[in-house]
């Protein structure tokens, strides 16, 4: 039976310790970096996801994908908001995350000027599969937060829970708008994409990183990287957790809920701790 997930937007406020921007993390400033620098992505990333599904929101007739695509927006919204002031506190402790952002804001601008709709909701599903998989395994793997400072765990959390609440939005109306992957043209897309998208990110988010690292005092910190090896290729390592799932993706028919992981959206509360709730 296929499963369907209504998201549910949001509105949450995060105590976020601004004198921890740069060390919430447990394993210190290179890990806590290396997280800094992929929120950076978020605001300006969730803004072309809005506008990717909202080029085709008026093809959207089921009743239930309609209410689903109002809430991925909300969402993304949402994420964009809380990840612009995390980012504000990353940015005055000394780290460029503001000109980093402006370099993936005006990228994005590009594609969306000089690629056709259907190339940018395609590039939108292949990154929210990125984005639901990452999310899939900081929750499979608590072991990463484990003893991070609580706002900063919180926001992590929250975000992963919500991608993977809304991680099919967009592919249902990637399926509707282009088509399933009956059609060649439809599959080729789809899945060239996630490769364009998948290489493109990490070769703006490494030479970041690195960057990021070295301004901060970082760059000969043997501790630290061994600490980041741990956590990304290690035995329990996030990349290494998410390479047959980033792989499953060319499957012929996949569906992001082929992966499912509906257990932890039932921990929603007990995964967030104390957070603020924004009544406005």
């Known amino acids: 039976m ?14 976020l310790d601004p004198a921890k921007a740069l060390t919430w993390h ?10 800094n620098t992929m929120s950076l992505f978020f605001p300006v990333g969730e803004r072309f996801f809005i506008d990717s599904v909202r080029n ?5 007739q089921d009743p239930e994908l309609k209410k689903a695509v109002t809430a991925f927006i909300g969402q993304e919204a949402m994420h964009g908001r809380e990840h612009d002031e995390y980012n504000d506190h990353v940015a005055d402790a000394g780290v460029p995350l503001k000109a980093q952002e402006r370099l993936v804001e005006a990228l994005l601008k590009q594609i969306q000027k000089r690629t056709p709709q259907s190339f940018q909701l395609a590039g939108t599903v292949a990154l929210e599969h990125l ?21 900063y765990k919180a926001i992590w959390n929250w975000h992963a829970l919500e991608e993977t609440e809304h991680k099919a939005v967009a592919f249902d109306v990637y399926q509707l708008a282009v088509g399933t992957d009956d059609r060649l043209s439809a599959y080729a897309l789809r899945t060239s994409t996630l490769v364009i998208s998948t290489a493109v990110f990490f070769a703006l988010f490494l030479p970041f990183y690195a960057h990021n690292v070295r301004v901060t005092g970082g760059l000969f910190d043997a501790k630290g990287w061994r600490s980041v090896l741990r956590h990304s290729l290690g035995k329990k390592g996030i990349f290494r957790y998410t390479a ?15 992966h499912d992981n509906r257990q ?6 007990a995964l967030l701790g104390d957070v603020l709730t924004d009544a406005a």
């Open 2 to 15: 296929a499963i369907s997930i209504l998201p549910t937007r949001r509105n949450l406020r995060f105590k």
């Open 264 to 269: 932890y959206l039932e921990q929603f509360e």
């Open 131 to 151: 984005t639901a998989i990452l999310a899939d395994g900081l929750l499979s793997l608590p072991e990463i937060m484990e003893g991070a400072d609580d706002g």
């Open 244 to 258: 047959k799932a980033w792989l499953d993706w060319f499957k012929p028919g996949f569906h992001p809920w082929d």
């Open 56 to 60: 085709y929101r008026e093809l959207v």
């Open 26 to 35: 447990r394993d210190g400033l290179n890990v806590s970096q290396f997280l």
